[in-house]
């Protein structure tokens, strides 16, 4: 964030700071000054993710943003949640998808999966609804409509980063659809919300074989792929179901999944190390960059600070 003007906000003594015994005088601190503070921080995450264009990141490190949260103690697993979900939200998921899959340990993974399935589900309904290509087009009448209404519904009910990014790759919505389900399979994420993640995976799934046989030329029915050792153009075998398994294969074509595929033990697709006990799964929050309220939002006071 370069609005250092918002700075005197945070810091109510900033202009005696260089007054004689300022050292030594009592720094005023309100909840105003609290509130002051967290709209800073996200403000400046927020905005440090829309310029990144450096290279894949592999580790969480935003320089002075960490320097300023630690003066501030502000929750680093908070402030590291935030800026992976602006990252994705911002589409630059080639950036943090290898930082993700080592990081459970160090964001809210309840909170993560949450608004990233809100992320999932407003690029989906901006290929299939927004702005359908040709191609889209000529197979939303094949794709399940139930799904895509749903698709549409969550969509348009959340509410996205300010200049957010719908228009990404289909295949790298699949792969972070992925690594949602993965992430859920290693925090205490419901079953109904890991059943949805899959729904979006089957459809995106379904929705890039099917792009990428338009593009080879070929004819490809949904769910069909062709026969091993025949010509692509001429024939096909139907696909058999295929459960989530620890092999790490995810069917598109399969329309729902089956009660086993779903454990939390099975549910490898990719893996994620560490564990995560976020402060915030007995406490949902609302997203972080429209909503000012603080009871609304995540609150990235380390609460340990607090307590002393």
């Not at 040709?134 to 549409?152: N, P, Q, R, S, Y």
């Not at 993965?182 to 925090?187: K, N, T």
């Amino acid at each position: 964030c370069n609005d250092v003007g918002k700075l005197p906000d945070c810091i109510p003594s900033f202009y005696n700071l260089c007054n004689t015994g300022a050292l030594f005088s009592e720094v005023e601190y309100s909840e105003e000054t609290e509130e002051k503070q967290h709209e800073f921080m996200q403000d400046s995450i927020v905005a440090y993710a829309k310029n990144y264009h450096g290279p894949s990141m592999d580790t969480l490190n935003m320089g002075d943003i960490d320097t300023l949260a630690e003066l501030w103690d502000f929750d680093m697993v908070n402030v590291n949640t935030l800026f992976l979900l602006s990252m994705y939200e911002f589409g630059k998921d080639a950036a943090v998808d290898e930082v993700l899959t080592k990081s459970a340990s160090l964001i809210s993974v309840q909170h993560f999966v949450d608004e990233g399935l809100d992320i999932m589900c407003r690029r989906l309904n901006n290929l299939l609804n927004v702005n359908p290509s040709a191609e889209i087009k000529k197979i939303m009448g094949t794709l399940d409509a139930d799904i895509c209404e749903w698709v549409k519904e969550k969509a348009e009910s959340s509410e996205p980063l300010t200049n957010a990014k719908f228009d990404v790759k289909i295949g790298s919505t699949h792969l972070f659809g992925l690594r949602l389900l993965s992430l859920a399979a290693s925090a205490d994420i419901s079953k109904d919300e890991r059943i949805k993640i899959h729904s979006l995976i089957v459809l995106s799934g379904t929705i890039v074989k099917v792009l990428e046989s338009e593009e080879k030329g070929t004819n490809v029915m949904i769910g069909q792929v062709p026969s091993k050792g025949a010509s692509d153009s001429t024939t096909s075998q139907k696909m058999a179901p295929e459960k989530v398994s620890e092999t790490n294969n995810i069917s598109p074509q399969m329309p729902e999944p089956d009660e086993g595929s779903l454990d939390s033990d099975r549910t490898e697709e990719v893996p994620i190390s560490g564990s995560n006990e976020s402060p915030l799964n007995d406490n949902p929050v609302k997203r972080l960059p429209t909503a000012r309220q603080p009871s609304d939002e995540v609150s990235f006071k380390d609460s340990s600070s607090e307590d002393e």
